[in-house]
Every structure is written in structure tokens, then in C-alpha cells.
């Protein structure tokens, strides 16, 4: 089924065309209108039918309208606001951008998205200052989070277009996203951790691993042992809220630093005081973003970036090292 190109990713308004083909005859409207103009959701091209910005042969119909084939399809449709949040002139860490889509570095101590407490100071009033035309994309564009303390990687994208084919792609697990961390105890090797994550049931604020949660699949394994310690590289399969955090814990080598599933500050006997210092002064999960992986999705390749550790993760490490000596 041919489609139509995308506008421009610098319009207000989406201004596009496609004929429709014979062999959707008997088809309803939003279903052909998905495949045609796959750039954006079913439920964004099935509300532009509702508001008659989505026309067959001009006229408005209704979503569930069986087509029977030759029909055109026309979309003009102004790309309005997608929330209240304002912009704000905080520097970003980009690692890469273009038209399409952009990559940060996000640093520590800094939330993604604007919530109760936190409606400003965010990754997301930074965006919109960066990129205001990012106000007419869901959530300025974000597809992925990362928590407030964990630094690291994040993809933005920059049009509606590309916002609907990432999250495609994190749907289909085809995004690649890789940490390292800092865990508690020493690992005798790596795994996977293949347990479902839902709200903590006493909890509300924790999520937890309980037998009714979503599918959760975290791979690891060691990348250096320590007396006391293990860091870890960490592969997501899938990406539940605090999935790292929680499936650590879990298994009993929780993130250094993670004042949430960590559960009580302990010490190893014999530890120096250099490194009693280090442990109990970090401020953070010892989590970041490693690498990102996806397919760019204007131009279909393969592409992806790494960061290197903060300087707070290399500290420790350096002093985790030492102790070995």
C-alpha cells in the first residue's frame, strides 16, 4: 500500500493526502486511514475524523465508515498544544539531534516529567524552550523516562511522526537500552531476572515485583567484582517503571545508593573509612544510562550512542578499586 510523505517536521499544521486503494473496499475509515498514514496513532487520525480534520472526498464521516475504494483522503489538521507546562531556559546535555529527533545526557537530580511537586525544573520545560515546536508533540516529545537520579541516555522525538514510530519501537522491544550500575553484594555471575512489576500493594509511591504485575525482563552480568560490590551491566528487555531498581533488589544485590528498594544502609565488615565515606555520601541510585540503540525513523538505519560513567559512579569505582589492593 503506497504512502503518503510526511510534511515537514517545522509545520503547525499537517496538510496530507492519499488515495485509497480497491482492495480496502468494505474496510472501515480508521483502519485504512492507520495503514495509509502510518506517521501518526490510530487514536490521533480517529480524532481527526471526529473533528473533521481527517475528510473522505472532503466530506467529514464517521471512524467506523466503510470505504469502497478510490475514495481520497485528506487531512488538514492544526497541531495544537498538548499541555500547560511552560518553557524553560535550562541547559541541556545533547548528544545528538536532527529534525527528527534528539538525544540527551540527562544528568542527576533532574525530573523528566512535570507532576504534583515538580511542575517545573524539568527535562521537559527544558525541551520546550529548546525545541518549542516540541508543544504539539505528546509530552514534548518524551517516549521514555528516566528517574530522577539515574543519568544517562534519553531519545526525544521531535515530530508526531517520529514520536508514533519510537514508540512503536519500544513497543516491539526493538529499542536497545543498556546501564550500569553499583549493586550491593557480589554477584557470582550474570542472568536474567524475569519477574512480572506492578504498584506496591501497601505502597502506592514503590512498584514491586507481586504475581499479577506486567511482563518485566532484565538481563545482567559482571563486569567487575569488588569486596563487598559488583558492577554490573544490565540489558532491558522490557521498561517498567523502576524495573532495574526493583528486579536488584529482588534478587538481593540492590543499587548502591537507592534509598528506596535498598532497604536499610549496611556496611561489610573490614570496610575502609575512605569507602564507609564514599557509600554513605552518595547521593543517588549508582545507575546510568549506558547506551541507546534504535532505528532512526526518518531514515530507517540502525544508530546509537554511549555516555560515559559520571563522575560520581567513577569516584566510587575508584574507591571500590582501592579496597582491593
Known amino acids: 500500500m ?15 493526502s492519499a488515495n485509497v486503494p480497491d482492495e480496502c473496499c468494505g474496510r472501515r475509515l480508521d483502519q485504512v486511514a492507520s495503514e495509509l498514514f502510518a506517521d501518526f496513532s490510530r487514536s490521533r487520525l480517529q480524532q481527526w475524523i471526529k473533528d473533521g480534520q481527517l475528510r473522505v472526498n472532503g466530506e467529514q464521516q464517521v471512524p467506523k465508515q466503510k470505504l469502497l475504494g478510490g475514495e481520497v ?23 545528538y539531534e536532527d529534525e527528527h529527533i534528539l538525544v540527551i545526557n540527562k544528568s542527576a537530580n533532574f525530573v523528566v516529567h512535570p507532576a504534583a ?29 528516566l528517574d530522577k537520579d539515574t543519568t544517562g541516555l534519553m531519545v526525544v522525538a521531535k515530530t508526531l511522526q517520529a514520536h508514533t514510530d ?33 504498584r506496591h500493594p501497601k505502597q502506592r509511591t514503590k512498584m514491586a515485583v507481586i504475581s499479577d504485575g506486567k511482563e518485566a525482563r532484565t538481563h545482567y552480568r559482571v563486569l567487575e567484582r569488588f569486596e563487598g560490590h559488583t558492577y554490573v551491566r544490565l540489558k532491558l528487555e522490557t521498561g517498567r517503571t523502576h524495573q532495574i531498581r526493583v528486579h536488584m533488589a ?53 544508530i546509537s550512542w554511549e555516555s560515559d560513567l559520571p563522575e560520581d559512579m567513577r569516584a566510587l569505582l575508584a574507591v571500590l578499586a582501592a579496597e582491593q589492593v
Not at 564514599?278 to 530507517?300: M, N, V, W
Request: proline share 7%; with cysteine.
Open 73 to 95: 483522503l485528506t487531512i488538514f489538521a492544526e497541531l495544537k498544544p498538548e499541555g500547560d507546562w511552560q518553557a524553560e531556559d535550562i541547559p541541556l546535555d545533547i548528544i
Open 166 to 198: 519510537l514508540v512503536a519501537q519500544l513497543q516491539a522491544r526493538t529499542v536497545q537500552r543498556e546501564y550500569e550500575a553499583v549493586v550491593s553484594g557480589v554477584m557470582t555471575g550474570g542472568g536474567l531476572v524475569d519477574q512480572p512489576i506492578g
Open 250 to 302: 529482588h534478587i538481593r544485590y540492590p543499587i548502591v545508593g537507592d534509598e528506596v528498594y535498598a532497604g536499610r544502609f549496611r556496611i561489610h565488615k573490614g570496610t575502609s573509612q575512605a569507602l564507609r565515606d564514599s557509600l554513605s555520601q552518595f547521593g543517588r541510585q549508582a545507575l546510568h544510562a549506558r547506551e541507546l540503540g534504535l532505528i532512526h525513523p526518518a531514515t530507517g538505519k540502525a
Open 2 to 16: 503506497n504512502q503518503p510523505s510526511p510534511a515537514p517536521s517545522n509545520q503547525s499544521n499537517i496538510e496530507m
Open 117 to 145: 511537586g515538580n511542575r517545573d525544573g524539568t527535562v521537559l520545560n527544558a525541551l520546550l524552550y529548546h525545541c518549542p515546536q516540541l508543544e504539539s508533540v505528546p509530552r514534548a516529545g518524551i517516549v521514555h523516562r
